[in-house]
């Protein structure tokens, strides 16, 4: 069965700092999908980021970056430039492709504290 | 563009009472999602509509727990009867289509506690 591991239940960063958040998952699938939701204090969650397995190129969305070691099945989360608006629980979250048995999967979460 | 609303916000019944919860995606998605969000935990996916029509509900207590689209918008998600362990946060999303690519938007979500 697949699983998402998140091993830091709460991370603080300097303001203007870099953080990386750790996401390991296990899985026997070739094909599938990770994100990264972010969900700040009373607020929606939403997307940071996505990286499809059969890519190696790493995503990039301004300035959040992932680490994806597909051999080591881990999928980290870089946020540079830390900012105040950054504070927020973050959620690492595997889904397998369509075909075959349907499965999305988040971890535990990392609670992100930016400290001014 | 309007979001995914949710109601109630907030909801607190006894147990073995029941309780229903309404979602409303953003106009034109195809695919609703209920998720079950217990405090200290992730997200976990309860049940997935395309249209009006379940794709996965595998993870749906279907003892007490039922769900429904009807018309393929608006979605109802019920507790009958609820018990202590369903305390958590119900987060309803949607996607245009499902695939695999598509970005879920989530609602603010109802927060139940049972006594």
């Known amino acids: 069965a697949q699983t998402v591991t998140q091993s830091q239940p709460e991370m603080s960063v300097q303001e203007a700092e870099t953080v990386t958040l750790s996401c390991t998952y296990d899985?026997?699938?070739?094909?599938?999908?990770l994100f990264w939701y972010k969900q700040p204090p009373s607020r929606q969650m939403i997307l940071v980021i996505r990286?499809?397995?059969?890519?190696?190129q790493n995503a990039t969305e301004n300035r959040f970056s992932v680490n994806f070691q597909k051999a080591a099945k881990s999928f980290s989360l870089k946020i540079s430039d830390s900012q105040l608006g950054d504070a927020a629980m973050y959620f690492c979250?595997?889904?397998?492709?369509?075909?075959?048995?349907?499965?999305?999967?988040f971890g535990t979460g990392t609670r992100l504290k930016v400290l001014a | 563009e309007a979001g995914v609303a949710q109601s109630p916000r907030y909801k607190i019944i006894e147990k073995r009472q029941s309780v229903a919860f309404w979602c409303n995606p953003i106009s034109g998605h195809a695919t609703l999602y209920w998720y079950q969000q217990i405090l200290g935990q992730g997200p976990k996916l309860l049940i997935q509509f395309q249209n009006n029509g379940v794709v996965d509900d595998s993870q749906l207590p279907k003892d007490r727990f039922s769900a429904e689209r009807l018309k393929g918008v608006d979605s109802t998600l019920k507790i009958q009867p609820a018990k202590l362990e369903d305390s958590a946060v119900y987060l309803c999303?949607?996607?245009?289509?499902?695939?695999?690519?598509?970005?879920?938007?989530f609602g603010p979500g109802t927060r139940l506690t049972v006594l």
């Open positions: 899985t026997s699938e070739s094909d599938y999908y």
């Open positions: 999303a949607s996607s245009l289509v499902a695939r695999i690519t598509d970005t879920q938007y």
């Open positions: 979250a595997y889904r397998s492709p369509p075909s075959g048995t349907y499965k999305y999967i």
């Open positions: 990286q499809e397995a059969y890519k190696q």
